[in-house]
């Protein structure tokens, strides 16, 4: 049932704001795991700044792993929350190089779903949203990160009825259906930025407006 619900959702969203286009390569998940470290609680174009300024200062995470968690926190101050994601980087990075010989992600590709999951989040600063970032967009995965956006959105609609957006992430993803996790958690924070924003939301052009049990109470 709530499978169906799901695909009916994203159809709608499709019809709204098209198929999201996806680069031809993926990102590299070390990359992808630090680009999202960058973005917790900050807007884009400030995480993409701090990203930069690592790889434009930096040839490689080799070099980034040297400095102390204090000078990459002056790297990135400008994504916001520096000590805390200067010490995830650090910790990421250095755990990393210790235990693996090599900054790199790769050995994850022989593990299962599930268990990259719970080696991403076993490292300190880095949650499901995270780790989720790094399936869906750097192998492919059909995950869905479940981020405000795509929590509150969600619940609004009432395809699910949850208190927090991990229990949303589980949810949403043991009934996902194939093929369409990147299309559904895109489309669903575009729909969440622009439309079914967390206060006055436009529910008069919302694609899923048919669907929403919240409609007529936010628009009184």
Known sequence: MLKQKIRQINNNL???????????????????????????NTNDKNSYKAFQNLKEKFKTWNDVSKLTASQIEGHIKVAGLGKQKSRAIKNLLSTLLKEKGIISLKYLDKMKDEE?????????????KTASCVLLFAMRKNYCPVDTHVHRTTNRIGLVKTSTPDKSFALLNENMPDGIAHQFHTNLIRLGREICKPTNPSCSICPLRSQCPADLILEQ
């Open 14 to 40: 499709i019809k709204k704001f098209g198929i999201p286009s996806r680069s031809k390569t993926p990102p590299d998940p070390v990359d992808m795991l630090i680009a999202t470290i960058l973005s917790q």
């Open 116 to 128: 990259i999951l719970d080696e991403l989040t076993s490292f300190p600063g880095i949650g499901l």
